[in-house]
């Protein structure tokens, strides 16, 4: 059973940076494909960025493209969401998610298509 745990949210001015990570453990990371979802009060989760199990293939969501890049290192087990040029509409719980039935360079867009999800990290951007 695989548990992803995330870390680094916070409260950062619009315009500032943060760096989530999510840390897997039970399998490598390199067994599964990887996603960063995030919500809001009264919304539906919504895709961030996906990365591939293998060849890190990724896709990023064009909201956030061009600000956030999502990467691995399988060493480390773990994931990562760097977000720069935050704004006050970035504000959100972000959840960490793994699939490992996916063939090696899928990247997976919806939340059906992931089996775990960690319990999320709240990022919250003030103007």
């Known amino acids: 059973q695989v548990q992803l745990v995330e870390s680094g949210g916070g409260l950062v001015q619009a315009g500032g940076s943060l760096r989530l990570s999510c840390a897997v453990s039970?399998?490598?990371?390199?067994?599964?494909?990887m996603g960063w979802f995030r919500q809001t009060p009264g919304k539906e989760r919504e895709f961030v960025a996906g990365?591939?199990?293998?060849?890190?293939?990724?896709f990023h969501a064009d909201s956030v493209k061009g600000r956030f890049t999502i990467s691995r290192n399988n060493a480390k087990n773990t994931v990562y969401l760097q977000m720069n040029s935050l704004k006050p509409e970035d504000t959100a719980v972000y959840y960490c998610a793994a699939q490992s039935l996916a063939s090696g360079t899928v990247v997976l867009t919806t939340t059906s298509a992931y089996d775990y999800w960690g319990q999320g990290t709240q990022v919250t951007v003030s103007s």
């Open positions: 990365i591939s199990r293998i060849s890190s293939r990724t």
């Open positions: 039970g399998r490598t990371a390199s067994s599964y494909a």
